[in-house]
């Protein structure tokens, strides 16, 4: 993780009005250049960009367009070179470090392409590991709920080594749902699964949008999978250059012929 310290303007000073829908997250002049003395590379250029709350947005683009880049410094995860985040009304670059851990804890979930499960642990260890790690008691009605959508109740007290992938996944799912986050960011949680893996996945996080409310934020590569969301945003060398509203397949796969990918 980078420790560049971030430039950053504190919240109370300088409120940003956001008309429209509530928005989840938020990225404002976002740029991050990776190396030193301006030789670096430039991931992201000054990229403003609004997640919907209730909403479900993939990210595509070529590789290398920042993509990843995007969704590390909206999760906390890396830190920005210049702008701000937003998450909820929180600016997350204007937090401390142990600030940002516990913003990051509590209020964002991560789904990552390799499941990051622990595995001397049981799925629900696993699952309950956030609120553990918070000392915080589980929401046993809540737990219920998305483990019985995710139809991982039947698999709780096996191991991840017990596990398939997508079963896995669902596991993984699961713990970054536990807490009720503002925001789930999914960097290509469909890429180590099957189709059939994926497509259930993908439809849970549909359901987790339309019918829990959560917000969902995905990186894909697959135009397929994009199709789930509500909206998608483009990337091309580290900027937004283009978004569908209620996308098709055909329609992502056209846009990305038109970027050249
Ligand atoms: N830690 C790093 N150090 C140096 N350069 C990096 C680092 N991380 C990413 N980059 C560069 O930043 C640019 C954007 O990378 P990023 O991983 O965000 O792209 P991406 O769109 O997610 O790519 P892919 O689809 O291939 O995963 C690339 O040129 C990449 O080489």
Redesign the pocket.
Known sequence: MSTTPATHQPLATSPEPTAGPQLAAQAHGLTKV??RDGSG?T?LDHVDVGFAAGRFTAIM?P???????LMHCLAGLERPTEGRILIGGTDATALSEKQLTILRRERIGFVFQSFNLLPMLTAEQNVLLPLTLAGRRADRDWFDHVVGVLGIGDRLSHRPAELSGGQQQRVATARALVTRPDVLFADEPTGALDSRSSAELLDFLRTSVRELGQSVVM?T?DPRAASYADRVVL?ADGRITDEIDAPSEDSVLDAMRRLGA
């Open positions: 990776f190396g590379v991931a683009g590789s290398g367009s920042g993509k990843s880049t990186v590569h990337l």
